[in-house]
């Protein structure tokens, strides 16, 4: 396979460029603003690939019906995730330049400003489009038009298990997303220290031992816990403890292949109305990588979105996106692994100094 970057001012002229290089048959991998020590050979660079034929020919009786399975979803998934780039590249190049020939360098400048956040192209559209509207024809208060219209889009989900809300929290999420230690986090700063009688569950029977760094936990914050592995068993501890304590559940991390496995619990999950559902995500994922994910937790009905890892990535702007496209408040913020102090619970104004933190780094200013 042939891979190379071509600069040029416009993502339509890198484009060309491939194409008359590589030939019609280049696949887009990647485009964006070119690095800076890059930006000399152009204000774009895009990414194509070109894989020769003798790559892709393989004689047909060597693959048996398992093989061809597995290519043919692997080449599905590289389609999806070539749409999803093409689909950003259309919509970056239709809004780019003079799209607004009569405002002046600010609106101009905010484009760049909230397109270097990662956030979703169209929705830095509809946000500009809107301060457009409000501040008139002359953009006088642009930067609090602006404000106000993000501002107005963030959702941000209420204090956790209050006396009128869910009695139970689950913390839903694929592998490694720190599911466990942010319910640790929650179990600290929103359970102990309001002196809720608690108890931790853990529904974690994939990995082994899987409950016992809960288990851990909770003998440490002289909680009570349980370890169980039926949905029967969940809903039984449920009515036990109904009015009386604030349960929090750990789940398993379902990978793609995992998702038949979490059905039962999922469904359980979802059409209990005392459980509120977390859906856990790393903020440090790629867009499209965090709307596949998103797509294949529906099925749990997760009533808002928990962000961890913000200290692994400066950009916030894809996690604001996904949480506006899918109208689901973010509950809960998560910096690192200390325990309980890398958490804290969502705010607009906390999302707005991620978004665009100016001296201080995301996580210096959410921990403060």
């Not at 020590?37 to 693959?63: I, N, S």
Request: proline share 5%.
């Amino acid at each position: 396979m042939r891979i190379k970057s071509f600069y040029a001012s416009t993502i339509e002229g890198a484009l060309a460029l491939a194409r008359r290089e590589l030939g019609s048959e280049a696949m887009l991998v990647e485009s964006r603003h070119a690095p800076l020590a890059m930006r000399h050979l152009g204000e774009y660079e895009v990414v194509c690939a070109l894989v020769p034929e003798a790559e892709t020919a393989k004689p047909q009786a060597e693959e048996d019906a398992g093989a061809h399975d597995v290519r043919l979803a692997s080449e599905l998934a590289e389609m999806r995730r070539q749409l999803d780039v093409m689909g950003k590249t259309i919509t970056r190049s239709a809004w780019s330049g003079a799209r607004w020939p009569s405002a002046g360098p600010e609106i101009s400048e905010w484009h760049a400003r909230l397109m270097a956040t990662d956030m979703d192209g169209e929705l830095v559209h509809q946000i500009l489009d809107a301060a457009e509207r409000h501040c008139g024809p002359q953009f006088s208060g642009v930067d609090g038009a602006i404000t106000a219209e993000i501002e107005q889009r963030i959702l941000v989900n209420g204090p956790l298990a209050s006396a009128s809300g869910p009695r139970a929290v689950a913390l839903a999420g694929p592998p490694g997303a720190g599911k466990t230690t942010m319910l640790t986090k929650m179990a600290v700063t929103w359970g102990l220290a309001e002196r809720r009688a608690l108890t931790l569950v853990s529904m974690d029977d994939f990995r082994v031992a899987g409950a016992d760094q809960l288990r851990s936990y909770a003998t440490i914050l002289g909680a009570g816990f349980q370890a169980l592995d039926s949905v029967g068993a969940l809903a039984q501890l449920l009515d036990e403890h109904h009015g009386k304590r604030l349960v929090l559940i750990d789940t398993p991390g379902y990978g793609p292949r995992d998702m038949d496995r979490a059905a039962d619990l999922a469904r359980f999950l979802s059409t209990r109305p005392e459980i509120a559902t977390h859906l856990v995500l790393t903020a440090s994922m790629k867009s499209a990588d965090l709307s596949h994910v998103a797509e294949r937790f529906d099925i749990f009905r997760p009533s808002c979105l928990l962000f961890t890892r913000l200290d692994e990535t400066a950009c916030f702007g894809t996690a604001f996106s996904l949480s506006v496209r899918l109208g689901k408040p973010i509950s809960f913020l998560g910096t690192g692994q200390e325990i309980p102090e890398d958490a804290a619970p969502a705010t607009k104004e906390r999302i707005l100094s991620l978004l665009w933190p100016r001296t201080l780094s995301a996580a210096t200013r959410l921990a403060a």
